[in-house]
């Protein structure tokens, strides 16, 4: 069973220092398998392979650093 998703999120992690501050908890964060912020895009897209994290744990943890983050629908 092949259970990678990917979520995208609109956030306003809009540059590196904003990036840099929630890196060192997505790299650490248990089942995700690689992550990137578009900063080009006006939306700043999070996206976010999954290999067993959910999206709303993906949330928490951006949320915990002061950034605003939802789902891209």
Do not use: R, Y
């Amino acid at each position: 069973m092949d259970n990678n998703n990917e979520f995208l999120f609109k956030t306003n992690l809009n540059c590196g220092g904003c990036i840099s501050k929630v890196q060192s908890d997505l790299d650490s964060a248990e089942g995700i398998c690689h992550w990137d912020v578009d900063t080009n895009n006006a939306d700043k897209i999070l996206a976010v392979k999954s290999d067993g994290i959910t999206e709303d744990e993906i949330m928490t943890i951006v949320k915990s650093k002061g950034f605003q983050i939802k789902p891209l629908v």
